[in-house]
């Protein structure tokens, strides 16, 4: 049965969506591992500073010399920086589904997400994220961030789609929740064969004989 108002916008997450998440306990924990940091004090000046880091309140540099570099440390600066990108893995199957989403049904990519600006700017341009996703709504770049609904909102006037035209595809249950207080209809992303099934449910099939990546 034929829906009767189409989708023609996609809100996304990209941490645990189209990518690993960037900077999260995982990745801490490697690096505190790595660099041989104390994990728990490391862990305690993080949660002191994550909001206002991933809000673009703190540099990244700023964050640094509050979290690591407050002490004289026998590894550089660069050093850090670098592991700390390579943490970032692409998902290649739902970074393909969503450009192939993107060119064969004319969608409208819509990024919502909470990451720091330089690891954000870094993970679009190392991935190629802007070939097909049209505004980035990043947590950095608004000076918002989920759980707060203004992001939601936003995200909506900067979209300009009726609501009932938007699927959200988030890992995250409470941001599910919250997107959908505001009418947003929402797939809670656990892999990619079930978010394909619910992209189905929404008339989002891919037609696999046209194949297209992302630029």
């Known amino acids: ?53 991933e809000e673009g309140r703190l540099t990244l540099d700023e964050y640094l010399d509050l979290v690591v570099f407050y002490k004289k440390r026998q590894f550089t600066r660069a050093q850090f920086r670098h592991f700390m990108f390579a943490q970032s ?14 060119f064969q049904r004319l969608l409208k990519i819509i990024v919502v997400s909470n990451e720091a600006r330089e690891l954000n700017e870094y993970r679009i341009r190392k991935f190629k994220l802007d070939g097909f996703v049209d505004s980035f709504i990043s947590s950095s770049f608004v000076h918002i961030r989920k759980p707060d609904a203004n992001i ?12 009932q035209q938007i699927v ?47 630029r």
Request: glycine share 6%; with cysteine; aromatic share 8%.
């Open 1 to 53: 049965m034929k829906r009767a108002i189409a989708i023609t916008t996609l809100f996304l997450d990209i941490g645990g969506v189209l990518l690993t998440d960037g900077w999260d306990h995982n990745a801490r924990k490697r690096a505190a591992t790595h660099f041989k940091l104390e994990l728990s004090e490391m862990a305690d000046r993080h949660h002191l500073t994550f909001q206002t880091f």
């Open 152 to 163: 939601f909102r936003l995200a909506l006037d900067i979209a300009q789609t009726p609501v």
């Open 89 to 102: 893995k692409p998902y290649p199957e739902m970074i393909k589904l969503v450009a192939q989403l993107k």
């Open 168 to 214: 959200y595809i988030e890992d995250t249950p409470m941001f599910v929740q919250i997107a959908e207080s505001l009418g947003i209809q929402s797939i809670l992303h656990k892999d990619f064969s079930s978010t394909c099934a619910d992209l189905g449910s929404f008339g989002l099939q891919i037609d696999e004989g046209v194949i297209h990546e992302a």
